[in-house]
Nanobody, 117 residues
């Protein structure tokens, strides 16, 4: 079964940090670009960051630039999202998505991130 599983979410105070993981099972991530999305209650899902299959190219939403870092370890079949200086507006369910130029797309089930004092 081809599956992506996110982990690492939780409750953190403003200014704190979390590292999200997106682990693949049943397939290798080597050939796929990965994006992180998030969806807050009552809002549309929005793109946060993405990384190319070889890790050579990354992009970030303006709202997270300078605070979030995406990386991948293809040997561990895992992509990470390091989130620093978290703000209450970062509160959302975070999803990872594996995709390629052939139209393949696979979503994880999401992990909740709550930033609150």
């Amino acid at each position: 079964q081809l599956q992506l599983v996110e982990s690492g979410g939780g409750l953190v105070q403003p200014g704190g940090s979390l590292r999200l993981s997106c682990a693949a099972s049943g397939f290798t991530l080597d050939y796929y670009a990965i994006s992180w999305f998030r969806q807050a209650p009552g809002k549309e899902r929005e793109g946060v960051s993405c990384i190319s299959s070889n890790g050579g190219s990354t992009n970030y939403a303006d709202s997270v630039k300078g605070r979030f870092t995406i990386s991948r370890d293809n040997a561990k079949n895992t992509v990470y999202l390091q989130m620093n200086s978290l703000k209450p507006e970062d509160t959302a369910v975070y999803y990872c998505n594996a995709y390629n130029d052939n139209g393949y797309s696979n979503w994880g089930q999401g992990t909740q991130v709550t930033v609150s004092s």
